[in-house]
Each structure stands twice: as C-alpha cells, then as structure tokens.
C-alpha cells in the first residue's frame, strides 16, 4: 500500500466514524453507542461471508473470523483503529456540547 493511500484511508476512516457515530450519538441521546457498536462493524468488515452465518453456524463462523483478524496486516490495523479514534472523539465532541449547552433533539 502506497503511503499516501495508508494515510488517505486513515483519514477517511476517522471521518467516516466521527460522522456517523456523531448522528447516532445525537439523535440517540447516547454518547457511547457507536464506541460500543464499532467491534461488531469491525468483524464485518473483515469477514468473507454472510452475515446469518454467524446464526446459522456460530461454532465455525466465529472462529474464522477472529483468525482472520488475528492475521490482519499492521496496516489495515491502523486503518480501522483509526476509525474507532473516529468513534472516540464524536463521543468527547458530544459531550462537551452538552455539557457547553447546546441541546441536540
């Protein structure tokens, strides 16, 4: 990977998460639920296969998946760290304009 891609797909993950956890936050009225919720996108997004595997087969999805993550690259590491700091911050940002006064729905 191309150091300007790593630091592109960093910064898009980051926004992307900050975004998304910051309307969720909002509108939910709960600070911390995409920080909570992050995990599970996280194993989405590194699995190869369906979804309803995780119902249909627990005994063997699970255990696919967190080999998969166990051998994820530093990069992609970093890249989807990033979007959980993304997470992070949206929760901090939240509760500071609260805290400042400002009353989102």
């Given at each position: ?10 910064l898009?993950?980051?926004?992307l ?9 909002m ?11 992050y ?5 989405f997004?590194v ?13 063997t ?18 890249i ?9 911050v ?16």
């Open positions: 990977m191309n150091i300007v891609q790593f630091i592109v797909s960093m898009l993950f980051f926004v998460f900050f975004g998304i956890s910051f309307l969720l936050n509108i939910l009225r709960s600070s911390w639920l995409m920080a909570i919720v995990p599970i996108i996280v194993l997004i699995d190869d296969f369906s979804w309803t595997k995780y119902f249909s087969a627990p005994g999805a699970f255990p696919t998946v967190f080999e998969q993550l166990f051998n994820l690259k530093l990069v992609d590491i970093v989807l760290a990033s979007g959980f700091v993304g997470t992070l949206a929760g901090i940002v939240i509760k500071k304009l609260r805290k400042s006064g400002y009353q989102m729905f």
